[in-house]
């Protein structure tokens, strides 16, 4: 069965400290797309990254870096010198390719609430 | 170009009463899915459409909830009656019709509208 988990349910820092919110996920398809989405105060769910199971490249964007390792089936995402605006509840979801029905259907974990404090 | 909206943003019902919500997906998306978060557990799938046509609904939690796309546009969520643990927030997404075969492997972003907030009292 496929199941994500994040473990930390809320963190809370300090402006411009870095903070790293982890996440685990299972699958047995060998083929699967792993996402992280924010969800701010005011409620839409942003879409931040979408990885694919066979580029372990790690990647970068301004403040936000990822971290995939199939090794050890972890997709960590990293937020360098925290802001305010950061404070959020940020998803990771796991989605099968679906083969020729490519459904896209996500499994999302439990949500990190990270608060940024001034 | 507008994102995947949905109606309306907020709503009280009493329970026992019927509650219709709205999406509207991006242009050109085919897929369109409907996800709910109820109070503090994970976002769940409920169903998925390909076009007009029922992909998968078995996230669907019983039979009080009825979901349609007329057209393969807009699609609607109906919950009647309500009941209190309907309670939660209700999200539409969307996403483009992926290509199968070898192009396959580059999946489809799925996108978020902002989410209906549904509370039964």
């Known amino acids: 069965a496929q199941k994500v988990t994040q473990a930390q349910t809320e963190i809370s820092v300090v402006e411009k400290e870095d903070v790293t919110l982890d996440c685990v996920y299972e699958?047995?398809?060998?083929?699967?797309?792993l996402f992280w989405y924010k969800q701010p105060p005011s409620g839409e769910l942003v879409f931040l990254i979408r990885?694919?199971?066979?580029?372990?490249q790690n990647e970068i964007s301004g403040r936000y870096s990822w971290n995939f390792q199939k090794s050890t089936s972890s997709f960590n995402f990293t937020i360098t010198a925290s802001q305010v605006v950061d404070s959020a509840v940020y998803f990771c979801?796991?989605?099968?390719?679906?083969?020729?029905?490519?459904?896209?259907?996500?499994?999302f974990g439990q949500g990190t609430t990270l608060q940024v404090k001034p | 170009e507008a994102g995947v909206t949905q109606f309306p943003s907020h709503s009280v019902i009493e329970k026992g009463q019927t509650v219709t919500l709205r999406c509207d997906p991006i242009s050109g998306h085919d897929n369109l899915y409907w996800y709910r978060r109820v109070m503090g557990k994970e976002i769940k799938f409920l169903l998925h459409?390909?076009?007009?046509?029922?992909?998968?609904e078995s996230g669907m939690p019983n039979n009080r909830f009825l979901a349609e796309r007329t057209g393969g546009t807009y699609s609607t969520l109906k919950v009647q009656p309500a009941e209190l643990e309907d309670s939660g927030v209700y999200f539409c997404a969307s996403s483009q019709l992926a290509p199968t075969g070898r192009r396959a492997r580059s999946g489809n972003t799925i996108y978020f509208g902002e989410g209906s907030w549904l509370t039964v009292v």
């Open positions: 979801a796991l989605s099968e390719a679906g083969g020729s029905s490519n459904t896209g259907k996500l499994i």
């Open positions: 459409f390909v076009k007009e046509s029922k992909q998968d």
């Open positions: 990885r694919n199971s066979f580029d372990e």
């Open positions: 699958t047995r398809d060998t083929t699967y797309y």
